[in-house]
C-alpha cells in the first residue's frame, strides 16, 4: 500500500483503510507485483483482472465490463473510435450483471478482499451500490447492513429473494444519500460492524477500475477521452489510477484519458468545486441539497460529500490527467437514453444516459476530435430488459429511521436483527 500525500509505503492489515501514523487526509494505494496485466479467462468472470486486484480469493457469480466499438451512436455523432465499456445486462455482449450496474465490479472485489466474515459490513448507498453488495453478499454469504434512503428503496429490485444474512435500513422519507451515510455511521461504531470503507477502500476503486482494464485491453491503447457521469467521483479516480498502471505497464502508450465526467443539474456540487478551481467543496445547505437531489432523475448521482478534495481524490486526478465537469439537463438524459437505445440496442440507467448526453453534446459542439480515442463508461444499463425477461422482487427494510436518528435507537434495532 501506498499514500497518495506522503508516497510511504506500508503493509494492509487485511482492511487498511488509511495510511497509519498519518493526519493528513489522503487515499491509499495499492501496489501490485505484476507491473504488465496478464488478462486471464472470461470464465473468471471480473477475476480475470486479478493481476490488479487487492484480493484473498474469488467469489461466485460475477461479470467483466463488456468493451466495444460502437457503430450506430458513433455514426450518429460522427466519431471514428468511439468504445463503449457496458456493465450490466446484455448478454449478446458478454455482459452479465444481474444487478445491470458496475457497482457489482466494487462488491466483487470488496468481497474478495474480506478476509473473514465475524463482522457485519456496513454500505451506504443511493441505491445501486446497495443492490449490487446485496446480491454479491447474499450469494457468498457475507453478513452485510444496507442503509438506503427510503425515497430510493424502489432500486432494491432483484431477480432471485435476498437470503437472511443481509439486512436494509433506511432513512425516512425526505432524507438523502448523506443522511443514509450517517445513519451508517452509527451503526460502524457499535461492536460487530466493520464500515465498507467507501472510496478509501482500495478494493472498490480497483474493482471499478476493471472498467479501464476491459477498454485498454480490448483497443489496446490508452483512450484519449474518458466520459462518466459521477456522484462522488470514485470511478473517475479508479480511471486514473488504471491510467497510472498502464503508463508503467509501458504496453498501451503514455497518454493520460481527458477525464470528461458529469453531473445531472441541479445537484452540481463537484461542478460547481471544480469550475471555481476549488480543492475544497463550495458550501451547500442541507435542504437545498436534498431538494436537488428530489428534482434530479440520476438520483446515484446524488453525493453531497465526494472524495473531491482529499489528496489522491477527485480534484487531484483531474488536475494530472485533465478533463471537466459536464452538465446534463433530465431532459437531455432522457434524449440521450432513447438514443443510445436506437443507437447500440439496448436501455440504460438515469446515470449512464446523463455521460451519453454530455458526449453528445461535446460531439455536436466540435469538441472532439472525429478521430480521438475515446471510452464511453456506460456504468448500469439492461435493466428494462431484465425486468421483462425476469420475474423480480423487492428487498424491504427492516427498520425506516428518523433523519436524526440517535444511538441508542439504533443500537437496539440492529441488536434485534443479527
Not at 21 to 44: F, H, T, W
Request: aromatic share 8%; net charge negative; charged share 25%.
Amino acid at each position: 500500500m501506498e499514500s497518495v500525500k506522503s508516497g510511504k509505503r506500508f503493509d494492509d492489515e487485511g482492511w487498511t483503510l488509511d495510511a497509519p501514523g498519518e493526519c493528513d487526509p489522503s487515499l491509499i494505494r495499492a501496489i501490485y507485483e505484476k507491473k504488465q496485466l496478464e488478462v486471464k479467462d472470461n470464465s473468471m468472470g471480473i477475476y480475470k483482472f486479478s493481476d490488479w486486484l487487492p484480493i484473498h480469493k474469488t467469489l461466485e457469480g460475477s461479470s467483466a465490463p463488456a468493451t466495444y466499438k460502437s457503430e450506430g451512436l458513433a455514426k450518429y455523432l460522427g466519431l471514428n473510435n468511439l468504445y463503449i465499456t457496458f456493465s450490466g445486462y446484455w448478454p449478446e455482449k458478454g455482459a452479465n450483471f444481474r444487478t445491470c450496474s458496475f457497482k457489482e465490479t466494487e462488491a466483487y472485489a470488496v468481497g474478495g478482499r474480506l478476509n473473514s466474515t465475524d463482522q457485519v459490513l456496513v454500505v451506504a448507498s443511493a441505491g445501486n451500490t446497495a443492490r449490487a453488495f446485496a446480491r454479491v453478499c447474499s450469494d457468498n454469504n457475507i453478513p452485510l447492513l444496507l442503509s438506503v434512503p427510503e425515497d430510493n428503496l424502489s432500486a432494491l429490485w432483484f431477480d432471485e429473494p435476498i437470503k437472511e444474512n443481509v439486512r436494509l435500513i433506511a432513512t425516512k422519507s425526505g432524507s438523502d444519500y448523506f443522511d443514509a451515510i450517517h445513519l451508517s455511521n452509527l451503526a460502524c461504531a457499535l461492536e460487530g460492524f466493520v464500515a465498507e470503507g467507501g472510496a478509501k477502500n482500495v478494493a472498490r476503486r480497483d474493482g471499478m477500475g476493471t472498467t479501464v482494464l476491459s477498454a485498454v485491453s480490448e483497443i489496446g491503447q490508452i483512450p484519449d477521452y474518458y466520459f462518466q457521469a459521477v456522484g462522488s467521483g470514485t470511478g473517475a479516480i479508479a480511471a486514473w489510477e488504471a491510467n497510472l498502471r498502464f503508463l508503467e505497464d509501458g504496453r498501451y502508450g503514455q497518454n493520460k484519458m481527458k477525464l470528461m465526467v458529469s453531473q445531472n443539474a441541479p445537484f452540481l456540487p463537484i461542478h460547481d468545486a471544480w469550475k471555481a478551481d476549488s480543492r475544497a467543496m463550495l458550501p451547500l445547505e442541507d435542504e437545498l441539497a436534498r431538494k436537488q437531489v428530489e428534482e434530479i432523475d440520476a438520483k446515484v448521482l446524488s453525493n453531497r460529500k465526494p472524495p473531491y478534495p482529499i489528496a489522491g481524490g477527485l480534484f487531484d486526478a483531474m488536475k494530472d490527467a485533465g478533463g471537466d465537469v459536464l452538465v446534463a439537463s433530465n431532459e437531455e438524459s432522457i434524449e440521450a437514453g432513447k438514443l443510445f437505445l436506437e443507437t447500440e440496442g439496448n436501455d440504460i440507467h438515469p446515470a449512464a444516459a446523463v455521460a451519453v448526453a454530455t458526449l453528445i453534446k461535446q460531439a455536436k459542439e466540435g469538441k472532439l476530435d472525429k478521430d480521438a480515442c475515446i471510452m464511453l463508461n456506460i456504468t448500469g444499463g439492461g435493466e428494462e430488459r431484465i425486468k421483462r425477461e425476469k420475474e423480480v422482487t423487492y428487498l424491504k427494510p427492516s427498520h425506516i429511521f428518523d433523519i436524526d436518528a440517535d444511538m441508542e435507537t439504533v443500537k437496539e434495532v440492529l441488536e434485534k436483527l443479527f
